[in-house]
């Protein structure tokens, strides 16, 4: 029997059926997992830049010492002792001649380790080449590792004072009948072979030891100078009229308690600065001309820099109607110690009969003195002004507030210089006429000296801020004080607390800045009025903003056993605690954008604080 199988029709694709199509179906897995592992993988990477952002990378050792994973201050600690040899005596000089020998560590010749750059370098390792070459450089410190050596600077002023006193102890001068003094006059010695320190011979030697961070003996190349000529008694009786008795030098006005007195040299110190030089007479012969050595001189008058005195600025007013300055306060000089001049009248008189003469002074005039003029200087219109308020402050906060505004009223702040609160405040203290009053310390109202020099500081900021400076230091206070929300609201304080807490801002102008202040107890306000020349800036304040307000703490009742029978005080008072934003934003003249600052302060809640005294129970 034969049969026969008939097999079936063969189905026609689905419409829209294709090779990509199916391709796509089969790589939805890989891709899927590799879109997986990237995810991973920048968790990973995320990670690990976390873990040490402020950590150096794995990897990076210092001079044989591992500094992976260490911050900058552990890093520090690590490198400072990692590298001991600039404290260590390595180089020793040698005097051929007598054998002398001077031991000293590369730190006295000039050498130090930068110990805070070294272990910069080694924190910007994987921080300072674009985000694919930072992530190349920690890969390769962490599988190579990163083998850094410690920076190395170096003080060409101190190698060359160690030479210079090294060629003070080895140079003699040459001479065939040397003039000596015993204390009393002036004789002759037997000549003498001179001698001379090779300092750049010396300096190339020392230089050449150091790059080799080793040790070293250096043989010093000292040079001989033959004698060749006779002394004469003319030169003796010269000697014994500059160092037979002591030169003093005194200053013609001292201050009491302040100036130096008079200052005397002694016969040993002259001789010490004496030299004598050998001058060819032109027949065969030679004489000693004897003088003192004018570096010596000078490089002791150096020491007398401390005479000098900076200048004071002149305080003044602004007159609204003549546009003119008024003296307050006259400038008073300065003074520097003008040490050429001293030197050259010292030169002339150390070899006479007068032993006695005054230093030389430069008068230093400020530019800010009671001769300068409104248009001199640049002021010549009001160009910001504010007002506090201080209604139902005590006695002693309204005393401290006028103690501390007179100390601003008629000063001059310089074209690009920084005005410092604190500096011009000076001490605030009971023997500088300020009375105890409540200051906000560590976010607390409590009895202190100076309570109320806020509400200056904070004036003087408000002033700042509408004349369109840059603001450079600010702090809010701890938490809301109502005399300072009067006005221009929330955010607009700045509290001061010296010397850590300053509010400095810079006169960013051509011209100079008049600050004056009026204090009114009758309004019981403060007014500070900038003057100087208008530059048409435009002044746009946004705010204040305010965010997460938090209600007041509950109060709270302390016992105080100084309060008397049955007496209750209240010492803190409850307020909001708030985000308090304040945007600034100044244009030029010609509406170009200046400054975009914000000012952000952050206030806590606080709290009724009642202090009771026995006989009270409270709440």
């Known amino acids: 029997m034969h049969a026969t199988r008939t097999l079936p029709p063969t189905t026609p694709p689905a419409a829209g059926y294709s090779f990509a199509s199916a391709l796509g179906w089969f790589l939805v897995t890989p891709l899927s997992v590799f879109a997986l592992l990237s995810i991973v993988g920048a968790i990973l990477l995320a990670q690990h830049q976390s873990q040490f952002q402020d950590r150096i990378y794995t990897g990076v050792s210092l001079w044989g010492a591992d500094l992976s994973g260490l911050d900058q201050a552990q890093a520090t600690q690590v490198a400072a002792g990692v590298f001991p040899y600039p404290n260590q005596p390595a180089i020793t000089l040698v005097d051929p001649a007598t054998g002398q020998e001077w031991v000293k560590a590369p730190a006295d010749l000039g ?65 065939d009948a040397t003039l000596s003094y015993d204390g ?35 043989e010093l190349l000292i040079h001989e100078n033959q004698p060749r000529v006779r002394d004469t008694a003319e030169a003796a009786a010269r000697i014994q009229q500059i160092i037979g008795s002591p030169m003093a030098l005194y200053l013609q006005e001292p201050l009491d308690g302040v100036d130096i007195s008079r200052v005397e040299i002694t016969p040993q110190e002259l001789a010490v600065w004496l030299r004598i030089e050998l001058v060819d007479n032109g027949d065969g012969t030679a004489r000693h001309e004897v003088f003192l050595d004018e570096n010596a001189v000078r490089s002791w008058l150096d020491q007398f820099a401390a005479i000098q005195r900076e200048p004071v600025n002149a305080r003044f007013y602004f007159d609204d109607y003549t546009r003119q300055l008024v003296v307050v306060e006259p400038h008073v000089s300065g003074r520097a110690l003008d040490v050429e001049a001293t030197l050259q009248q010292f030169m002339a008189q150390v070899g006479t009969a007068n032993r006695s003469l005054p230093f030389v002074l430069q008068e230093i005039v400020p530019v800010v003195n009671a001769n300068a003029t409104a248009e001199e200087l640049g002021i010549t219109e009001l160009v910001s002004q504010s007002t506090t308020w201080f209604y139902g402050s005590s006695a002693n906060r309204k005393h401290n507030i006028a103690r501390a505004a007179a100390r601003f009223y008629g000063i001059v702040i310089a074209p690009g210089e920084e005005f410092s609160f604190n500096h011009f405040l000076g001490d605030v203290t009971e023997e500088e006429g300020f009375e105890t009053g409540l200051i906000i310390v ?48 929330a955010g607009m304080d700045a509290t001061v607390f010296s010397p850590v807490v300053d509010f400095r801002f810079i006169n960013n102008t051509p011209h100079y800045l008049l600050i004056e202040n009026y204090y009114d107890e009758n309004y019981e306000s403060l007014t500070f009025k900038f003057y100087s020349t208008s530059l048409g800036r435009q002044v746009v304040k946004e705010g204040p903003f305010t965010e997460n307000v938090v209600p007041p703490n509950p109060d709270v009742w302390e016992y105080n056993e100084e309060l008397v029978e049955g007496e209750v005080k209240q010492v803190d008072w409850a307020v909001e605690g708030s985000d308090v934003t304040v945007r600034r934003i100044v244009y030029n003249s010609q509406g170009e954008l200046l400054l975009d600052d914000t000012f952000v302060s952050n206030y806590i809640p606080w709290q009724n604080v009642y202090q009771y005294g026995p006989g009270v129970t409270p709440p």
């Open 111 to 175: 050498v130090a380790f930068d110990v805070e750059a070294t272990v910069e370098q080694a924190f910007q390792v994987g921080r300072q080449a674009g985000p694919l070459g930072n992530l190349r450089e920690q890969f390769d410190a962490w599988y190579f590792g990163r083998h850094l050596s410690p920076i190395l600077v170096f003080d060409e002023g101190r190698l060359a004072t160690f030479l210079n006193e090294l060629s003070s102890a080895i140079d003699r001068p040459a001479v």
């Open 184 to 218: 009393v006059t002036a004789s002759y010695t037997p000549a003498q072979v001179g001698r001379t320190l090779d300092a750049a011979d010396a300096r190339s030697r020392i230089l050449s030891a150091l790059s080799d961070l080793g040790q070293a003996r250096i």
């Open 442 to 489: 560590g976010g607390r109202t409590v009895e202190g000296v100076g309570g109320g020099v806020c509400q200056v500081s904070t004036t003087v900021f408000q002033a700042a801020f509408w004349a369109g400076f840059p603001i450079v230091e600010r702090w809010a206070h701890g938490y809301r004080v109502p005399y300072y929300d009067d006005g221009e609201g």
